[in-house]
């Protein structure tokens, strides 16, 4: 079965300065990777995946993640955070072996960044 | 163009009521999702459509829920004989064909049960 693990609840970190937001994932079999964001009052948002190729991903508003195989992570970073970054953000999974669309969400994480 | 819309964008109800929660999908878009998000929780998936498959339920909790979808158009999620542990945001998102990972969401509808 997949699963989704965000071992922190929240994680705090000083205007630019480097953020990672932790994510650990299982499936069967390869994995589509996610991240998704929630700002206070708005919908979540899509921030990027992880299908295939490079396995560092490039998205919106600065952030990237790294695809790790070995480790099963796919952790959320940002070189310099800004306090416009806190948010709620989620990781989620898919297992490409099954075929199907059902996607996984992590229980998220939230990002405070203080000025 | 527009969004992935829901309706209401928030419900208050009795115990025992039946609730219909409406999803409008952006034009186009061949699949559909359901999520609940409890207070403070992560998003739960409850059942998506694509195109004229049969959908999958697999996370639907319990059988007082039930979806429908009209061919790739309006989807209504249906809460029979609600109790307090529904209240919760349910979240609907839609993707298409060309970029079937990338889900967009809608507003979600906010069900409070009393």
């Known amino acids: 079965a997949q699963s989704v693990a965000q071992p922190e609840d929240q994680v705090n970190v000083a205007e630019g300065n480097p953020l990672t937001v932790k994510c650990t994932y299982s499936?069967?079999?390869?994995?589509?990777l996610f991240w998704y964001v929630q700002y206070p009052n708005r919908g979540l948002q899509f921030l990027l995946k992880?299908?295939?190729?490079?396995?560092l991903v490039k998205g919106s508003y600065g952030f990237e993640a790294e695809f790790n195989k070995s480790q099963t992570s796919f952790h959320l970073k940002k070189p310099s955070a800004l306090v416009s970054d806190s948010a709620l953000y989620f990781c989620?999974?898919?297992?490409?072996?099954?075929?199907?669309?059902?996607?996984?969400f992590g229980a998220g994480t939230r990002l405070f960044v203080k000025a | 163009g527009a969004g992935v819309s829901q309706s209401p964008s928030n419900k208050v109800t009795e115990k025992g009521k039946d609730v219909e929660l409406r999803c409008d999908p952006i034009?186009?878009?061949?699949?559909l999702y359901w999520y609940r998000q409890r207070l403070g929780q992560g998003l739960e998936f409850l059942i998506y459509?694509?195109?004229?498959?049969?959908?999958?339920k697999s996370g639907l909790p319990s059988d007082r829920f039930s979806a429908e979808r009209t061919g790739e158009s309006v989807s209504t999620l249906t809460i029979q004989r609600t109790q307090q542990e529904d209240s919760a945001v349910y979240l609907c998102?839609?993707?298409?064909?060309?970029?079937?990972?990338?889900?967009?969401f809608g507003p979600g509808t906010r069900l409070l049960v009393l």
């Open positions: 998102a839609s993707s298409s064909v060309a970029s079937q990972e990338t889900q967009y």
């Open positions: 499936v069967s079999g390869n994995p589509y």
């Open positions: 992880y299908i295939t190729g490079d396995n």
């Open positions: 989620a999974v898919r297992d490409m072996r099954t075929g199907g669309f059902k996607t996984i």
């Open positions: 034009s186009g878009h061949t699949a």
């Open positions: 459509f694509q195109g004229n498959s049969a959908p999958d």
